[in-house]
Each structure stands twice: as C-alpha cells, then as structure tokens.
C-alpha cells in the first residue's frame, strides 16, 4: 500500500541544500584548556597587579594615582590614546579603500609596509623617528621632546590595526548594492554614508578599540622621542618604569591598576556599540 503523502501523518521531506550536521557531544576538555590557558597568560597576572595595586587600601592607591607626576602621565597617555584611536579610524579606513578598490604601481609594497609596525621592533621605531624628527632633522621638523612627537610615534606603531580589520570586510562587500544605489540615483557620498559605512562600522570600530589599547600601553616608540620629561612628555608606561626604578612597586601597579580600567571601559563601550550597530544592520 503506497503511504499517503497529503495527509497530517505523511513524512516530512527536509528542504533541499540543507545539511544537518550531527552534533558532536561536548566533553568540557577544549574548554578547560582554553580557560587555563587564558588564566595563566592573562587573567592571573592582571589579577595579581590589581591586587597589587588595590591591596594597599584605597587611600593609599589614590594618594599614588594623585600625585602630580602620575596624573600629568596619565592625563597625557589618555588623550593621546584617544586622539591617535580618532585619526587612526578614518585614515585606516581611507588607506584600506584605497588598498582594496584603487590599483596603482606599488600597491603591493604599501600593502606589506602596512605591516611593518608589527615586525619593527618598538625601540627601533622610536630611533627611527628621533632621527627623522629630532633636532638634526633632515626633514626640518622638529618632533623631539614634545607632545606630537608622542602621537607621532602612537599613530606609527597603531597604523596596522584598523587597516587590517577593515580591509577584509571591504574585500569581501558585495559591490551589487553600491550599483543598485547608484542605478536608483544616489549619489557616492550618499552610497558611502548609507550603503558602505553601515557595513564597514563594526570593523572600523574593532580596530579603533585595538588601536587606543595599544597606544594605552605603549613605551618602546616613545621612550626616546619624548624625552620623558616629567610633567609635559612622560607617559604612563615610562612612569610605571620609573617608580620599579625607584622601588616603588605598589604605586607602579597602582597606575597600572587605572590604565587597565581605562582600557576595559573603553574596550567594553566600542564592543557595545559594535553589537548595536550590527543588530541595526
């Protein structure tokens, strides 16, 4: 007897293209590696300098956040931060489009000295950049010893991340909405703003995140352009490396202690903001 294939019991057939794949019974073992390995790189030693830090009492750590010193350090590094995390979000944006939709002669060595910031040795970076900006300059600008020269040697060392978060988004954008936008009448600002942005926003804000947290903790490419002058050009990390000098442990874990808030506050509102501009999308 052929089975009824109209009524309520007749089996149901799956859609075509659609595989299930069985699931494979988690046993907790990658999971357990994974977070031991992450507590013993990451989580135990920041939680060893916050205790460090906060250990002391809270008087103790405010008076070692509060002195001149450490507040102009940390005033500095913040703003710098944040300023090299702004240009570095529409310069790294603009060198990725014209990397992905420009063809040019060279485009291939731009594209690997994109990376070189990750293979140069910080402190090497920073004699590069005292010697191209220092008072022998042989471009005749003068950086050395000031605060742009800070963001200078920031936005060096930074150059790499929103680039590469960006660029393979842009790689990977169907370009069948730029022409349907462009068909109905928009013009390229207008495909820009409404089309291409909303898809390049949650990387362009990843990678502003990496930028602002690397710079936070940077210290090889500043120590020689800076100077290190207490007051005007030392940044947090150089004050850090100061107060070890000067057998000042507790208030050196102290400043570290507010840089890490700092970079987790930042980082957290970036991710947050992230995943509501993907959800709108």
């Keep these: 007897m052929a089975p009824d294939l109209t009524g309520s019991g007749a089996p149901r057939s799956r859609p075509a293209g659609r595989h299930h794949r069985p699931r494979r019974p988690s046993t907790g073992i990658e999971l357990g590696l994974a ?18 830090g906060l250990g002391m009492g809270w008087s103790e750590f405010w008076a070692a956040i509060n002195t001149p ?5 940390l005033e500095l590094t913040v703003v710098a931060s944040l300023i090299v995390a702004a240009i570095n979000a529409v310069m790294g944006t603009l060198i990725a489009w014209v990397i992905v939709r ?26 590069v950049l005292l010697s191209l900006y220092g008072p022998q300059s042989p471009l005749h600008v003068t950086l050395a010893y000031t605060r742009p020269g800070v963001v200078v040697a920031l936005l060096f060392v ?14 990977e954008l169907d370009r069948d909405m730029e022409q349907a936008a462009a068909s109905l009448g928009a013009g390229r600002l207008t495909i820009f703003r409404r089309v291409i942005l ?15 947290a690397r710079a936070l903790s940077e210290y090889g490419s500043t120590v020689l352009i800076s100077g290190n002058l207490p007051f005007h050009t030392e940044v947090a990390s ?5 107060q070890i000098q000067n057998d000042n ?3 050196a874990a102290a400043v570290s202690t507010v840089l890490l808030i700092v970079s987790l506050l930042v980082l957290v509102v970036l991710g947050l903001i992230q995943h509501r501009v993907v959800r709108r999308g």
């Design 102 to 127: 420009d063809h040019f002669a060279g485009k291939r060595v731009i594209d690997a000295l994109i990376d070189l910031p990750f293979a140069l040795p910080t402190i090497v970076a920073g004699l």
């Design 249 to 251: 442990v507790a208030g």
């Design 35 to 52: 977070t031991l390995y992450l507590s013993f790189l990451v989580v135990i030693p920041l939680a060893a300098v916050v205790w460090k």
């Design 198 to 212: 909303p898809n390049l926003a949650p990387a362009i804000l990843a990678g502003t995140a990496l930028s602002f």
């Design 69 to 73: 010193e450490a507040r102009s350090a």
């Design 238 to 242: 150089v004050q850090i490396y100061n």
């Design 158 to 171: 930074t150059l790499p991340f929103v680039v590469r978060t960006v660029q393979p988004v842009l790689l």
